[in-house]
């Protein structure tokens, strides 16, 4: 069997049968090497060499930023160490080439933290001030979720994966499954977090039956994370925050808070549930409090005698 198409479904199959790979993880390497077999001009898989590669790499940096090329060639390249793996093809052309491009850094956005508690006291408002009793609960879930994000930097996935035996409000811990199906426990420090997680379950508790997920909504589906961004949008235009604020941003403030609060960065990726420390390192370059603390405090400028 030579045809492309037919030999990635038969890799994918693979992927999610053998790898047992996530759902999330599959549908993005369907939809690259969807792509891939659409824009390489052969269906046979042995007429594709290193020019026909380079050709398509040089395509997706036309319509692509680096990390989304990076990406869309790492599902390519895991297809033909397949092919390779399973002697379908002889030579792999990928070895022959230098596919290391200059990525540029982005930042993490992150928000302050007088924002974080505006945006918290509107919604406690909308719990004291609710008008029925159907907005008082969504209010009731809604400072529950704000509080869990911020709290403990869960992703909006992992966050909205929650089983309801996941979140243990006794011994204050969540059980978190994040890429890569790695297990990770997290802590939950503040006794406002947990208060605000016990009134929502108090509140949800026939619908976090009914889904068995710990976050749900008012007929008893799971919480959705368009649900969430729904939800941060509402609350960010009652409390007139001109700064558009998605949920991973709060992750990426509960790392540059930590990071500043001198923790250790690698209990950071622990915390954050990074594979590798080089990943949680971008968030050195955003602890900006924490530099102007340094500068201030450190450099020798401070006792010139002029």
């Known amino acids: 069997m030579n045809n492309l ?10 992927c999610k049968n053998q790898k047992r790979l996530d759902g999330k993880t599959l549908k993005a390497y369907r939809i690259d090497l969807r792509q891939f077999a659409a824009g390489i001009p052969t269906d046979s898989i042995s007429d594709i060499d290193v020019a026909a590669l380079e050709n ?3 395509s997706l940096h036309h319509k692509y930023k680096a990390k989304t090329v990076k990406r869309k060639l790492a599902s390519v390249k895991a297809l033909f160490h397949y092919f390779e793996y399973r ?4 030579k792999n052309p990928f070895n022959k080439m230098h596919l290391k491009f200059r990525e540029p850094v982005t930042l993490p956005r992150v928000i302050p933290l007088h924002t974080i508690e505006t ?3 509107v919604i406690y408002r909308q719990c004291s001030e609710a008008r029925t009793a159907y907005q008082k609960k969504n209010a009731i879930r809604d400072a529950a979720v704000i509080e869990l994000l911020f709290a403990t930097g869960i992703r909006i996935s992992e966050l909205c994966s929650l089983k309801k035996d996941d979140v243990n409000l006794q011994e204050q811990s969540i059980l978190i499954y994040g890429k890569g199906a790695k297990e990770r426990r997290l802590q939950i420090g503040n006794e406002n977090v947990i208060h605000a997680l016990e009134n929502y379950r108090a509140e949800f508790l026939p619908q976090i039956q009914k889904c068995n997920f710990f976050f749900a909504n008012q007929n008893g589906g799971a919480l959705s994370d368009q649900c969430v961004r729904r939800m941060i949008n509402k609350y960010t235009s009652l ?3 001109e700064l558009h604020i998605t949920p991973h941003m709060f992750r990426h403030t509960f790392a540059t808070c930590l990071l500043e609060a001198d923790v250790d960065i690698r209990y950071i990726q622990e915390m954050l549930g990074h594979s590798s420390i ?5 968030y050195t370059h955003v602890a900006i409090s924490k530099q102007r603390d340094i500068l201030t405090e450190k450099h020798p400028r401070k006792n010139f005698q002029i």
């Open 278 to 282: 080089n990943i949680t390192e971008i």
């Open 56 to 58: 398509y790499t040089s």
């Open 87 to 90: 002697d379908i093809i002889d």
């Open 5 to 14: 198409q037919a030999l990635i479904d038969n890799y994918l199959d693979y």
């Open 239 to 241: 409390a007139a925050i």
């Open 119 to 121: 945006l918290l006291t």
